[in-house]
């Protein structure tokens, strides 16, 4: 059973930053891409940033590309996303997922497992 664990949300001021963790465990994630969504209120759900574990190519979205990082600590089994220079309009919850696939992908239904998510809020 894949369990994905979030944490690291909180509220920030605009400009300022924050790291998300996700800690992933009940698989060897060798052979899967995580990724980073988030959901605003009253909005779909949106890609943000993935990572191929065993290769580690990534992708980001437009508005994050510059701002946000993406990387993994295999020791550790876990997924981080560095966010900087946050914007209000970046407020969400935002969601780690996993898939088995290599292949770096960005649309949701791809992914076969979600964490509960975790909040964040950039204040202006």
């Known amino acids: 059973q894949v369990q994905l664990v979030e944490s690291g949300g909180g509220l920030v001021q605009a400009g300022g930053s924050l790291r998300l963790s996700c800690a992933a465990s009940?698989?060897?994630?060798?052979?899967?891409?995580m990724g980073w969504f988030r959901q605003a209120p009253g909005k779909e759900r949106e890609f943000v940033a993935a990572i191929s574990w065993a290769v580690r190519s990534t992708n980001y979205e437009d508005s994050v590309k510059g701002r946000f990082t993406i990387s993994r600590d295999t020791a550790k089994n876990t997924v981080y996303l560095q966010m900087n220079s946050l914007k209000p309009e970046d407020t969400a919850v935002y969601y780690c997922?996993?898939?088995?696939?290599?292949?770096?992908?960005?649309?949701?239904?791809?992914?076969?497992?979600w964490g509960q998510g975790t909040q964040v809020t950039v204040s202006s």
């Open positions: 009940g698989r060897t994630f060798s052979s899967y891409t």
């Open positions: 997922a996993a898939r088995n696939g290599v292949v770096v992908v960005t649309t949701s239904r791809s992914y076969d497992y």
